[in-house]
């Protein structure tokens, strides 16, 4: 082996650490690093790095305040919307709860034969009408209605007034307590005796339907308070109810009739036999009042459905079908038919309550 060339590779070795040091002290020179650092500095480096933070969580926090905040006025937008839309539908579905039972109510008053109600037109008063708030106010006061309500602005306070005033201006009649309330001012017990047949005179016909009010009132609270003094067992049991029931659709059925009372409008063909029926039953011929009911409700007529051409040949008697006393009034239509039933009931009631002295009057 040349000893030459293996002192140059020694050497050649030796050299290349050092090389190597110097490039790693060059590059140690040109970026020194702090091996040691004051405590102050920490300190001041903690704090600066605190602040930081803080102020990050600061931001944050107010970023989510903000989010917060903006959530809350949405969802109150929306609920606002969603409470003006349920008061809306509410105002609306009252408009026309209050049409219908208002349909309603004229509906039963007519089929009932009562007045109709009157129409309530604010629209038609002229604006030059007009009341200053105060003096409406102060109006209002004086009729002891109050001055203002819950949600009313002037107008719909105007027309509560206008209300009022109508009201006050139209006579008030008396109605009487009893089983069907009514405005026929009632007589007393010798007063109540029906005549025979039909008076003639306004006067006298006006008197009639008073006296034909005060009977029937008069036998529906007795028959009401018969039902009321039976045993809690039969008041309870199947036919105590539906006797009851009997006496309340009796009561109702007849109210029509009483409408007819007081407008003085029951035509001559039903007011002649219950005149008949009332003045028998008082004198408590009950089998003889019964015949009368009869002949009102299914008349004389052979067949009183209402025949027209009981033949192909003209017959003589064939004018008798059309003769007014034959006439089925109980077939007229259905109110008729309830109260000239609800007056068979009263009937029934008036011969358990007062019984005939002869025993063949008795109904069967």
């Known amino acids: 082996m040349d000893f030459a060339a293996l002192m140059s590779k020694e050497i050649s070795k030796a050299k290349s650490p050092e090389k190597s040091s110097g490039k790693e002290t060059d590059k140690s020179s040109t970026q020194p690093t702090k091996k040691y650092m004051r405590r102050g500095d920490v300190e001041a480096a903690r704090v600066e790095a605190y602040k930081q933070e803080q102020e990050r969580l600061a931001r944050e926090r107010e ?16 609920k606002r919307e969603r409470e003006d839309k349920k008061r809306r539908l509410a105002e609306e579905s009252k408009a026309r709860r209050e049409e219908e039972e208002l349909a309603k109510e004229r509906e039963r008053r007519r089929r009932l034969g009562l007045p109709d109600l009157p129409e309530d037109k604010p629209e038609d008063v002229p604006e030059e009408e007009d009341i200053e708030e105060d003096e409406l106010i102060e109006k209002l006061r004086a009729m002891d209605a109050p001055a203002r309500l819950f949600g009313e602005d002037y107008k719909a306070r105007l027309r509560r007034y206008r209300r009022l005033v109508q009201r006050a201006d139209i006579p008030k009649q008396k109605i009487t307590d009893g089983p069907i309330p009514t405005t026929l001012e009632p007589v007393s017990g010798a007063q109540m005796i029906i005549p025979a047949k039909i008076p003639k005179d306004q006067e006298n016909r006006l008197f009639l339907f008073r006296q034909l009010g005060s009977y029937f009132n008069m036998v529906l609270s007795e028959w009401e308070l018969a039902l009321a003094k039976r045993d809690v067992t039969v008041r309870q049991s199947f036919q105590g109810k539906q006797a009851y029931n009997a006496m309340i659709q009796s009561r109702e059925n007849m109210t029509p009739l009483f409408r007819l009372f007081e407008k003085s409008d029951l035509e001559d063909g039903l007011l ?64 008729t038919r309830k109260y000239l039933q609800s007056i068979k009931r009263c009937l029934s009631f008036a011969q358990v309550r007062w019984p005939p002295e002869d025993l063949l009057q008795i109904m069967g």
């Open 63 to 78: 970023e989510r305040i903000a989010n917060k905040r903006k959530l809350e006025e949405e969802e109150a937008d929306r």
């Open 272 to 335: 002649e036999p219950i005149v008949e029926i009332v003045h028998k039953a008082q004198q408590r011929r009950y089998v003889d009042a019964n015949d009368a009911y009869l002949r009102v409700s299914i008349g004389k007529a052979a067949w009183p459905i209402g025949v027209t051409m009981v033949g192909i040949h003209e017959r003589s008697a064939r004018e008798k079908l059309h003769q007014s006393d034959q006439q089925a009034h109980i077939l007229s239509d259905e109110i």
